[in-house]
């Protein structure tokens, strides 16, 4: 019996880049695509509808079931969430758990959709395209936001921007064998009605943080990223935390997030950023154990219950293993699911 497994990425979202919208355009953002942690999920026909994994994962796939099916003719299937990546810590769960297992999904009952209809479907990408595009090719994405009014008529998150498309992948780079090193800070995370609050309250920003970012993201980091210099890519990303909506991010965190950033800053790491609402933590560098092992300490000593990992950059996207024997069989075939958004 067939059975289809979808090894997703995760992603860091390094900033949005555009809530002023007097061009006409608004959001925008930039990212990467992580190889680890990711959600492995497994697929195979059944004759009823039955989810095995994290329990506190099992009401979101089923919301993502029950979209896929108002609008394609997928059926019943037993379906496995093997490895899974945090929720609500800033490293895009909620889109790679929508798209891997409508993918999955898709995959099992012959149904042909690009991500992006995908994502449409399920209400992911209303916002930022990074994490659409970091499951369908992975890489350094950059996305061109949505035109206002006529395909987005206000400033909110994409949870609560249903109803519009994944806006349209402007560049895309693989991205340096550099070390990541993320750092989780035990402290609140903000999302929901919260969320939707400071960008109702907030928006639209001053046009001249919009240009200055926009500038420092064209001449400095986009640059530093194609000649592989870890060091002004590093002066790009702590630039852009003082700048636009990352700004507001950053300040809105508990103080251990924004002392955790100084402690990384100070022992090494290149380019210490906020990721999206975090209060996920992203740092660079060539050879970061050392800085792993004195951020545990750190976070032993200051913030309980923190945590911190290595990983590396994903530059294909997510991989699709379909297996003819089922769960348990050995006669499969892998593809990277490389397919641009538009």
Known sequence: MKNITVITPSRIHIA????NGSLGKIDGGIGLSLSHPGFKISAELSCETKIDGPRGIIPRAEEVIRLLRKNCPVGHAR???EESIPSHVGLGSGTQLSLGLAQALCRLYEIDLLPHEIAFMVGRGGTSGIGVA???QGGFIVDGGHKFSEEKSSFLPSSASRGVKPPPIIARYDFPDWDILIT???CKHISGDEEVRL???LCPLQIREVQELSHIILIKLLPALVQKDIEYFGRAIDRIQNLGWKKVEVEE???IVRQTMDFLRKNGGYGVGLSSWGPAIFCFGENLENLEKSTRNFLHDNNPGGFCFLTKPNNI???IIED???????RSKTTDLQRTIY
């Open 16 to 19: 949005l880049i555009d809530l």
């Open 134 to 136: 970091a499951f369908s």
């Open 253 to 255: 965190q508990d103080p």
């Open 317 to 319: 996207g997510a991989t």
């Open 324 to 330: 003819q024997n089922g769960f348990y069989g050995s």
């Open 184 to 186: 989780i800070p035990n």
């Open 79 to 81: 379906i496995r969430i």
């Open 199 to 201: 960008f109702q309250s």
